[in-house]
């Protein structure tokens, strides 16, 4: 079973995005993709979700569809590195990644109301204050 034969759903189709002739390998947000897109894809929202390199805002944020992304990401990521047999070494990696990247957002999504610039802070100091007490 080659890439383009992981979901039924997917037999005989191509990639939606843009011009590409690609295999389509998965659907996310309800769009055919290649591996290519769909590794594109991910790593690009995700980043968008990341809130450790971004300056926090008053904007509301809708916890419900960024999970859901994220479930769905992840889940799509795991078929695709199980299912297909002719990934290479660096599209396994790249699945890889994304699973570990999803799984640690989740995971801030699932911790309380504490702002991240909050946690951080709260690390720095057990961080000086266990380096100043020295441990003999």
Same mark, same amino acid.
């Given at each position: 079973m080659g890439l383009g034969g992981m979901d039924t759903m997917l037999a005989n189709r191509n990639c939606r995005m843009g011009f590409c002739n690609g295999a389509a390998v998965a659907t996310l947000d309800n769009q055919a993709l290649c591996l290519n /897109?769909?590794?594109?894809? =991910?790593? *690009?929202k995700l980043e968008k979700l990341e809130p450790r390199g971004r300056k926090f &805002? %008053?904007?509301?944020?809708?916890?419900? %569809?960024?999970?859901?992304?994220?479930? *769905? =990401? %992840?889940?799509?990521a795991l078929d695709i590195s199980? /299912?297909?047999?002719?990934?290479?070494?660096?599209?396994? +990696?790249?699945l890889?990644?994304?699973l570990l990247w999803a +799984? *640690?957002?989740?995971?801030?999504?699932?911790?309380?109301?504490?702002?991240?610039?909050? %946690?951080?802070? &709260?690390?720095?100091? /057990?961080?000086?204050?266990?380096?100043?007490s020295p441990n003999f």
């Amino acid at each position: 079973m080659g890439l383009g034969g992981m979901d039924t759903m997917l037999a005989n189709r191509n990639c939606r995005m843009g011009f590409c002739n690609g295999a389509a390998v998965a659907t996310l947000d309800n769009q055919a993709l290649c591996l290519n /897109h769909f590794l594109s894809r =991910c790593y *690009e929202k995700l980043e968008k979700l990341e809130p450790r390199g971004r300056k926090f &805002s %008053s904007e509301p944020v809708d916890l419900t %569809s960024m999970r859901a992304f994220i479930e *769905e =990401c %992840s889940r799509k990521a795991l078929d695709i590195s199980l /299912h297909s047999q002719s990934l290479t070494n660096l599209q396994r +990696g790249r699945l890889l990644d994304i699973l570990l990247w999803a +799984g *640690e957002l989740f995971l801030l999504l699932r911790a309380p109301r504490l702002t991240l610039a909050q %946690s951080i802070a &709260s690390s720095d100091e /057990h961080f000086a204050a266990s380096a100043a007490s020295p441990n003999f």
